[in-house]
């Protein structure tokens, strides 16, 4: 079973804008991640916060999380092409489970 | 540092073969895992290991195996090869087994 759900699941945006996705998930955490795919290959580690943080900057990504609301959000600011790829949220406690994903795609 | 490394990069078995996937990592990870990927989904972790002698079963451990003799490697096999097996699988290792997880490039395997 899948514990953290990413919202959207496909997103489509110019390059420039800003992208945001949303993660879910259901129980209490250690940690949560954000990590980026492309194309089917391996995850790359983007940012963690920790369950006391409330935001993290990293570079052009921006992560929140909302404890009381079990949920956390990854916004992208000034879009590249290159940041087209599928975005999957990790939510650490005893076991890893993973959501998803969200697809970005961004037009050029 | 080569990271995390995975052979073979593309396997083809016939329904009913075994296989082992390889895995090594040269980073002095504790933690190590396989997991699989099948089309527009999340990973499901296969089985884990917290250091070299223990392994524990994830979410979809049914027809696999694994071992961890050292801490460098940890090899999944693939008992009976089922088309329902048909999967990208990845390895990946972290510190400890709450951290950054660092992935292998993946082994795509089809089960005729």
């Known amino acids: 079973s899948q514990q953290g759900e990413e919202d959207p699941q496909a997103l489509s945006i110019q390059e420039g804008e800003n992208a945001t996705m949303n993660c879910s998930y259901k129980?209490?955490?250690?940690?949560l991640q954000w990590y980026r795919q492309n194309s089917g290959r391996g995850l790359v580690h983007l940012i963690l916060?920790?369950?006391n943080e409330r935001e993290k900057h990293s570079g052009r990504l921006r992560v929140t999380l909302d404890t009381s609301k079990k949920s956390s959000s990854l916004l992208i600011t000034a879009s590249r092409a290159a940041d087209t790829a599928s975005y999957f949220c990790?939510?650490?406690?005893?076991?890893?489970?993973w959501g998803a994903g969200t697809k970005l795609i961004i037009k050029p | 540092n080569a990271g995390v490394t995975q052979t073979p990069k593309f396997q083809v078995l016939k329904t009913g073969q075994s296989m082992t996937l390889q895995c090594a990592q040269d980073?002095?990870?504790?933690?190590m895992s396989w997991y699989r990927q099948d089309p527009g989904m999340g990973l499901r972790l296969i089985h884990y290991?917290?250091?070299?002698?223990?392994?524990d079963q994830g979410e979809v451990p049914n027809g696999y195996n694994v071992s961890r003799s050292t801490t460098e490697d940890f090899p999944l096999r693939l008992l009976s090869a089922a088309p329902s097996q048909t999967s990208v699988y990845f390895c990946?290792?972290?510190?400890?087994?709450?951290?950054?997880?660092?992935f292998g490039p993946g082994t795509r395997l089809t089960v005729l």
């Open positions: 990946a290792s972290s510190p400890q087994g709450l951290d950054e997880q660092f």
């Open positions: 980073m002095n990870h504790e933690y």
């Open positions: 290991s917290v250091g070299a002698g223990i392994t």
């Open positions: 129980t209490s955490i250690n940690n």
């Open positions: 916060i920790r369950s």
């Open positions: 990790l939510d650490s406690n005893y076991q890893l489970i």
